[in-house]
């Protein structure tokens, strides 16, 4: 094997189509078989040894690993299970020893033969029979260095299983996760539902949707934020007990935590509260991790989390009180909130409920390791949530959070007509001034209120966070089979819509300059020795992406040419794709003190230009040419 791995790739992958060829014509076509029936798995000979030794079994896999020369060679065969070791014997197969050994690494093959144990003690079987049941065209990674790069792994995610085949346990885990939680609601008496995905209004859930259309009705529709609107008009209707599992989509940002589509859960029970709904995610949590783990402690990065209820309580007032001194119980307008949040460099919001919520962004949800409910949130962000009877700016509404990651949320729900037709009115106001993530207005759910929603409690839980939890694993990506990925090579190329291509648009389209404004230049000078204290730089964009829950922000990770990555947010996000912004070489202020944004720290600044054009702000960054070094100084 070793003379193979020195061949070029290009010549392995023509040798392996020229034996497919030759297989062809001696009437062998590995494509034309079309089952393997009575299949034993490698997992079940190697647990029964004593029960198979001796005995004929037949067994189906991939070839992993090649060896042996002359008349006797050894396969590692892989199956759903795991591998065991095939030996092959010239004297024992006769002719069809010679057809083994033009198999190559990746194929897939049916074997026939009896278990043993060699001489070493491995658990085998002497193969009396052998067939190809379909010949790999590509070259498997390597087996000692595997497939490491996570994009690849991704986008190939059917190689990532066969090579790593602890992401396979990953998966598995997964499925039965879900199930439990599925049996922990079954056992309550919840019934689970279908709705629509394909919605006339995007509602439910603040986010920005994709919009699709339907050419028979000639209408924009929307992938579904959120399945809570229908649920609760099922609770209208008459059911007690309601539950969804299913996709959502929200066209924002992509990290760790956050894919364009995931899977959620949302539940509804009438005449129950949000205090019912705590009860039942601290339950349901534990239980699950005791019934698919074996424990109610997991591990998760650096720190071992107690998932056993009762969980932590406390209010989103107090809780940023004990992390910062902010009391807002004491400040009640919003013109002392917004004093408040410039003293603290919090960003200034239009209400003073999304004013202390991005007090609780940046100073309470990183410290949030063990479950923690965060409860009472402001009504100015909670625009489906129950009023709380002694504080009408707060609402009966609770958030859970473990390892500083929001997993859950819950309302005691909002079922005024006439209060939930004012918030919606609130929310298309925002729309109309420019928030893509506002909600729209939604007659015929607020029809749904005047018909009359019992009190009700209502859940949504992201389950892929908690399957990240679950299995101690850092990114969504590698809890879903296959996450979203930009399109590469002939795949961008061939699925181009070419009327709908993204570019930076500032930097293509022409400009009338007669309508451009520029801002008068400074009259007060700045002396040499002043100027010369800013450390502009040149920077590479190693990553790029939307800060989530920011409309503005952009995250960018640098090369500054130091050897440490450095993280600058800057609000562009309105004029430039962060995918776009991959791999271009940048200008930027690196001795600027760090700035928290959203609870990430901000080093330093991206510079761009800006000026005025028919009214409106153009916003250009200032690329440089890719040949200049990262960490070159401006002069």
Not at 76 to 88: A, E, F, L, P
Not at 239 to 247: L, Q
Not at 617 to 634: R, T, Y
Request: glycine share 6%; aromatic share 8%.
């Amino acid at each position: 094997m070793a003379k193979n791995m020195n061949q070029d790739p290009n010549e392995m992958l023509q040798i392996r189509r020229e034996k497919l060829e030759k297989l062809k014509e001696d009437g062998k076509n590995p494509y034309e078989i079309v089952n393997f029936r009575n299949r034993t798995l490698s997992k079940n000979i190697r647990d029964n040894f004593e029960e198979f030794e001796g005995k004929n079994v037949r067994i189906a896999g991939r070839i992993m690993a090649r060896r042996g020369h002359g008349n006797m060679s050894f396969m590692d065969i892989q199956d759903s299970k795991g591998q065991i070791q095939i030996v092959n014997r010239k004297n024992i197969m006769g002719d069809d020893f010679r057809e083994t050994k033009a198999y190559d690494i990746g194929d897939l093959v049916g074997v026939e033969g009896k278990v043993f144990k060699t001489n070493q003690g491995e658990i085998s079987i002497e193969s009396e029979k052998s067939e190809l049941l379909s010949k790999s065209l590509q070259i498997l990674p390597e087996k000692w260095h595997g497939l490491k790069d996570p994009d690849i792994r991704y986008r190939q995610r059917y190689v990532d299983l066969i090579v790593n085949p602890e992401v396979k346990e990953v998966f598995i885990l997964r499925s039965k996760i879900i199930s439990e939680i599925r049996k922990f609601l079954d056992n309550r008496g919840y019934l689970e539902v279908e709705t629509p995905i394909l919605n006339t209004i995007a509602g439910g859930a603040s986010a920005r949707p994709f919009i699709t259309h339907h050419n028979t009705l000639d209408i924009d529709m929307y992938l579904r934020i959120a399945n809570e609107l229908y649920l609760k008009r099922l609770i209208v209707g008459g059911f007690d007990k309601v539950y969804e599992m299913g996709r959502m989509f929200r066209n924002e940002g992509m990290d760790t935590t956050h894919n364009p589509e995931y899977t959620s859960i949302e539940l509804y029970e009438a005449y129950s509260d949000y205090e019912d709904m705590m009860k039942i995610t601290e339950e349901m949590i534990s239980q699950v991790a005791q019934n698919v783990l074996g424990t109610t402690k997991v591990q998760y990065g650096e720190h071992e989390i107690e998932l056993k209820a009762p969980w932590k309580r406390i209010t989103m007032i107090d809780s940023i009180k004990d992390a910062c001194g902010v009391d807002f119980n004491e400040i009640k307008s919003y013109e002392d909130a917004v004093s408040i949040a410039k003293e603290k460099n919090v960003e200034v919001k239009d209400t003073w409920g999304e004013i202390v919520a991005e007090f609780f962004d940046e100073f309470v949800e990183d410290t949030l390791i063990q479950p923690t409910f965060i409860y009472d949130y402001p009504v100015d962000i909670s625009p489906l949530a129950k009023r709380k009877n002694d504080d009408e700016n707060l609402t009966y509404r609770f958030e859970a959070f473990i390892s500083g990651a929001e997993i859950g949320n819950a309302f005691s729900e909002l079922n005024d007509a006439d209060d939930q037709r004012g918030r919606f009115e609130k929310q298309v106001e925002k729309r109309q001034k420019g928030d893509s993530e506002a909600q729209m207005m939604d007659y015929d759910f607020v029809n749904a209120l005047e018909v009359g929603l019992p009190p009700t409690g209502g859940l949504g839980l992201g389950i892929d966070r908690i399957i990240m939890l679950l299995t101690n694993q850092k990114s969504i990506r590698d809890v879903l089979l296959f996450p979203t990925m930009k399109p590469v090579g002939k795949e961008k190329v061939e699925n181009r819509d070419s009327s709908k291509e993204t570019y930076d648009k500032l930097t293509t389209e022409k400009i009338d300059l007669s309508k451009i404004k520029i801002e008068p230049l400074f009259e007060d000078m700045v002396d040499f020795d002043t100027f010369s204290k800013s450390d502009f730089r040149v920077v590479k964009v190693k990553n790029c992406e939307e800060v989530p829950k920011s409309k503005k922000l952009l995250k960018f990770t640098l090369d500054d040419g130091s050897g440490k990555e450095r993280t600058i947010l800057s609000g562009i996000k309105d004029y430039y794709d962060a995918d776009y912004l991959i791999g271009k070489t940048l200008l930027a202020i690196c001795n600027l003190p760090a700035r928290k944004m959203m609870g990430i720290n901000s080093e330093g600044m991206i510079i761009s230009a800006i000026c005025e054009n028919d009214g409106k702000e153009n916003l250009n960054l200032i690329m440089l040419d890719d040949n200049i070094p990262a960490g070159a100084k401006l002069y």
